[in-house]
């Protein structure tokens, strides 16, 4: 059975999102995926206005259909206003990948309250309430998935990255919690860490860098985390719920 995926954050090319909706794609789900382009366009990788129409043609090649829209998930009105636009277009969903994050450099020392609640209102509330949605609204009886996205913030510090670390962080405890409430409504929900991935914004110092950290000898790819990803929702993943896989290719902190 091929069933409708929403995946939020797909707005770049060589990102995890776009990765996810091709491996999700090739698999014969339809697919649905949001993008907000103003954040990119703060980011140092940037984007480029056209990328989410060109993944949408990408997508399409492999014979489904594909919805997409720009949405901001700080609004309070997120949620909604993502799964209406999904029923109409495409069907009731019953995949969710809360792919989409925000991320700025920040410390103990230059911390704000403006910063940790952007922070907090991409990287937890609207994974929250997305998922709460759409866990009200599943209609199968069985074969729902939420897979979260997070950053393997309990397997090490992240210096630099305060509000980052602090908001994905919950995303563990969240993921457990959730997947013990929805279990009798045939939903999973497991996180994942892909480790570090060349989404674009490494440098070839920094990939250098790493890569005699993985036992392959190279960082990771949106590829790998993505194929991990269309294993756990796929109907053979239905046993695994509420974990917290480490996918990062046997990196070593």
């Known amino acids: 059975m091929n069933r409708i995926a929403v995946v939020t954050g797909a707005s770049r090319l060589k990102g995890i999102g776009a990765a996810v909706c091709r491996e999700l794609a090739k698999a014969g789900h ?3 995926f949001t993008y907000w382009t103003p954040y990119d366009e703060e980011m140092p990788w940037g984007s480029e206005a ?3 129409q060109l993944l949408k043609e990408e997508l399409e090649r492999f014979g489904v259909s594909v919805g997409m829209m ?4 700080t609004s309070v009105e997120a949620a909604d206003v993502l799964f209406q636009n999904v029923r109409e277009d495409l069907g009731e969903p019953s ?3 809360n792919n989409a994050a925000y991320s700025t450099n920040d410390d103990y020392s230059k911390i704000t309250a403006e910063d940790l609640d952007k922070h907090y209102l991409v990287n ?3 994974t ?3 998922s709460s949605r759409f866990a009200q609204q599943f209609t199968f009886g069985s074969g729902g998935r939420i897979v979260n996205l997070t950053s393997g913030q309990f397997r090490g510090p992240m210096p630099g990255e305060l509000s980052y ?3 994905k962080g919950a995303i563990d405890a969240m993921t457990i919690t959730l997947a013990a409430e929805v279990g009798k409504l045939g939903i999973t929900v497991n996180a994942i860490n892909p480790g570090p991935t060349d989404t674009g914004w490494m440098t070839e110092d920094i990939k250098l860098g790493l890569s005699g950290m993985f036992p392959s000898g190279r960082v990771g790819l949106p590829s790998d985390v993505a194929r991990t990803i269309k294993f756990l929702v796929s109907e053979e993943a239905e046993w695994v719920t509420g974990q917290i ?3 990062e290719g046997g990196f070593r902190r």
Do not use: C
Request: hydrophobic residues 55%; proline residues 8%; charged residues 20%.
């Open 70 to 73: 720009e949405l901001d998930l």
């Open 50 to 52: 056209r990328e989410p």
């Open 124 to 126: 937890i509330r609207a």
């Open 30 to 32: 339809p697919i649905f």
């Open 245 to 247: 896989i480490h996918s």
């Open 165 to 167: 670390a602090t908001t």
């Open 95 to 97: 995949i969710l990948v």
């Open 128 to 130: 929250v309430l997305l």
